[in-house]
């Protein structure tokens, strides 16, 4: 690893974004204890279950070591020293070219003697981000179930996230520590604490009698109540610079000569990209507002029914994770090709290639039925 690389590497674990960054490391480093964290590792591999896990914008001279032509990666770095994150170390691409000539001699001949983390890095390559409660849902539905330690938000998203859920909980607040006049404040900046760390103590317990939960569902409710906080802060993070590259997408115009073949595309793929961005943005916040509704009965004294939708609702973060995940890549990409301020030039060739990724990570049905005639003229009628 190059020294930028090294420097990057150390300054992770105060840094990470949960969505880019699965930190193998730091987990084993908090939880490596914990019998179940033992029992149900994320990885067999001992040295692949300490790795640090990114998602990779690729830079032009990197997409050379793929033959697809993709511009995100999977990037799997194994510390030379897990203790000195400063030693740097071993990375390697997922689905590079000679990928597995790479991982044997990383990893050895343990590697090719299982197919099981193998493909464990394939269900993962596939997602559009890491954030935990998108890894967790789709690693059940490939029947994979590693502890419940390795699905935790990173320590710089929670700090950000902080005021933002104490204000979405504030009501929920007054309601548990009705009737206390002194310290309601620092109360309710701990229990938000709570919440977002899933920590079951004395301090928890007017949280779980007023969600009537059982102290062995706790958990799992709140990681869904977590994912859900996560999702609405995601949303509330994003949506000015949503807006702001959709408005860039539609007015970008490449450089130099352009053949009228590719012209006529990126004409076309200029105005339903920017849409497109704006439409999956749409579908996820209709989607979170199922969880809004049921917020509001917890808030009108039916706290049966937010249990039951807590319990039941970590099928929606599939869906949820993937169109805020395709967005997010999207937007975050465009950040870094073409900073806020800055002139932006790029060829018709490079622009296309663009616009290709992004159209591939926002395949999703309701797109599909937007862009279908026949579907649009039966919605008509």
């Known amino acids: 690893m190059s020294g930028a690389s090294v420097r990057n590497l150390a300054n992770l674990q105060n840094t990470a974004s949960t969505a880019r960054v699965l930190n193998l490391l730091r987990i084993a480093q908090r939880a490596g204890q914990e019998p179940e964290h033992a029992a149900k590792p994320f990885f067999r591999h001992p040295h692949l279950n300490?790795?640090?896990?990114?998602?990779?914008?690729?830079?032009?001279?990197?997409?050379?070591?793929?033959a697809d032509g993709r511009m995100t990666a999977t990037k799997i770095v194994i510390p030379i020293d897990g203790a000195d994150l400063k030693l740097g170390g071993r990375s390697v691409f997922v689905d590079q070219l000679n990928y597995e000539a790479v991982m044997q001699a990383s990893l050895g001949e343990r590697w090719m003697a299982t197919t099981e983390d193998r493909e464990m890095l394939e269900i993962i390559d596939a997602l559009p981000s890491l954030d935990p409660f998108l890894l967790r849902e789709h690693l059940k539905r490939h029947g994979r179930e590693p502890a419940r330690s390795y699905f935790e938000v990173s320590d710089a998203d929670l700090a950000r996230m902080h005021r933002y859920v104490e204000g979405e909980i504030r009501q929920l607040i007054d309601l548990c520590f009705a009737g206390e006049t002194d310290g309601r404040a620092?109360?309710?900046?701990?229990?938000?604490?709570?919440?977002?760390?899933?920590?079951?103590?004395?301090?928890?317990?007017?949280?779980?009698?007023?969600?009537?939960?059982?102290?062995?569902?706790?958990?799992?409710?709140?990681?869904?109540?977590?994912?859900?906080?996560?999702?609405?802060?995601?949303?509330?993070?994003?949506?000015?610079?949503?807006?702001?590259?959709?408005?860039?997408?539609?007015?970008?115009?490449?450089?130099?000569?352009?053949?009228?073949?590719?012209?006529?595309?990126?004409?076309?793929?200029?105005?339903?990209?920017?849409?497109?961005?704006?439409?999956?943005?749409?579908?996820?916040?209709?989607?979170?507002?199922?969880?809004?509704?049921?917020?509001?009965?917890?808030?009108?004294?039916?706290?049966?029914?937010?249990?039951?939708?807590?319990?039941?609702?970590?099928?929606?973060?599939?869906?949820?994770?993937?169109?805020?995940?395709?967005?997010?890549?999207?937007?975050?990409?465009?950040?870094?090709?073409?900073?806020?301020?800055?002139?932006?030039?790029?060829?018709?060739?490079?622009?296309?290639?663009?616009?290709?990724?992004?159209?591939?990570?926002?395949?999703?049905?309701?797109?599909?039925?937007?862009a279908d005639p026949a579907s649009m003229a039966h919605a008509v009628d």
């Open 186 to 370: 620092g109360a309710g900046a701990k229990l938000v604490r709570k919440i977002l760390s899933i920590t079951v103590d004395e301090d928890t317990e007017p949280l779980r009698l007023t969600l009537r939960l059982e102290k062995n569902e706790y958990q799992e409710g709140v990681f869904c109540w977590k994912g859900f906080l996560y999702y609405k802060w995601t949303v509330a993070e994003s949506l000015k610079d949503i807006e702001r590259v959709s408005a860039a997408i539609a007015a970008m115009r490449p450089t130099g000569p352009v053949e009228s073949e590719l012209r006529a595309y990126l004409n076309k793929a200029r105005e339903s990209l920017a849409r497109s961005v704006l439409l999956v943005r749409d579908a996820a916040r209709e989607m979170l507002k199922v969880y809004d509704i049921a917020f509001a009965s917890l808030l009108d004294g039916q706290p049966q029914a937010f249990r039951e939708f807590l319990l039941g609702a970590p099928s929606m973060f599939a869906d949820l994770g993937e169109r805020l995940g395709a967005v997010n890549h999207i937007v975050s990409f465009w950040r870094y090709r073409f900073p806020l301020g800055r002139p932006s030039f790029v060829g018709a060739e490079e622009l296309a290639e663009t616009f290709m990724d992004f159209e591939d990570s926002l395949s999703f049905p309701e797109l599909r039925r937007l």
């Open 50 to 66: 300490r790795a640090i896990i990114l998602k990779h914008r690729l830079r032009r001279n990197e997409r050379d070591v793929f």
